[in-house]
T-cell receptor, first 109, second 114 residues
Framework: DAKTTQPNSMESNEEEPVHLPCNHS???????IHWYRQLPSQGPEYVIH???SNVNNRMASLAIAEDRKSSTLILHRATLRDAAVYYC??????????FGQGTRLTINP | ETGVTQTPRHLVMGMTNKKSLKCEQH?????MYWYKQSAKKPLELMFV???????ENNSVPSRFSPECPNSSHLFLHLHTLQPEDSALYLC?????????????FGPGTRLTVT
């Protein structure tokens, strides 16, 4: 599975947008970009995924660079409940989710 | 609530005990997974079942034995564990085998081996 690089931590303020970056320069043409998050003391939670085009759902937006070597998860209006570790994952193999260290997001009131 | 339940939520067992972890999904999914999350380490995939057939075993020691009697239930049977097996064990399910499908995780079982 191709590798992703994310900042170890980020901080933002409540009700402001948050842009979480992910670099995946070795992505292959068939790799999907998945984002999950893990709140304290809980299992991971699916956020969003995409292949080539930008994607939106009720939780977030995913902006994928034209060359697909990077992507950005966008939380439009952060709340305290969005404080979590966010994982950017490439899935090219059959069913395998490979979690890295992720980005720990802190939201300030 | 994700539609994936796990029991028990917490388990303390001695190294000579035998116990089982249970996972149930209420989503009508066809694939189920066991993951291990140790302190300060990334999530590790242990086993994958698709349509009740084991399709992946990630070099997991034989003291961990999975069982998938039907598409809604998944068990992890534990015996003669070691203290380093203490971790959060997570179950997940997905709709199908395609890499485009997202996985839904249960809350996990916090296992402590004494």
């Amino acid at each position: 599975d191709a590798k992703t690089t994310q900042p170890n931590s980020m901080e933002s303020n409540e009700e402001e947008p948050v842009h979480l970056p992910c670099n995946h320069s070795t992505i292959s043409g068939t790799d999907y970009i998945h984002w999950y998050r893990q709140l304290p003391s809980q299992g991971p939670e699916y956020v969003i995924h995409g292949l080539t085009s930008n994607v939106n759902n009720r939780m977030a937006s995913l902006a994928i660079a034209e060359d697909r070597k990077s992507s950005t998860l966008i939380l439009h209006r952060a709340t305290l409940r969005d404080a979590a570790v966010y994982y950017c994952i490439l899935r090219g193999g059959w069913q395998k989710l490979v979690f890295g260290q992720g980005t720990r997001l802190t939201i300030n009131p | 609530e994700t539609g994936v339940t796990q029991t028990p939520r917490h388990l303390v067992m001695g190294m000579t005990n035998k116990k089982s972890l249970k996972c149930e999904q209420h989503l009508g999914h066809n694939a189920m997974y066991w993951y291990k999350q140790s302190a300060k380490k990334p999530l590790e995939l242990m086993f994958v079942y698709s349509l009740e057939e084991r399709v992946e075993n990630n070099s997991v020691p034989s003291r961990f034995s999975p069982e998938c009697p039907n598409s809604s239930h998944l068990f992890l049977h534990l015996h003669t564990l070691q203290p380093e097996d203490s971790a959060l064990y997570l179950c997940a399910s997905s709709q199908g085998s395609s890499i485009s499908y997202e996985q839904y995780f249960g809350p996990g079982t916090r296992l402590t081996v004494t």
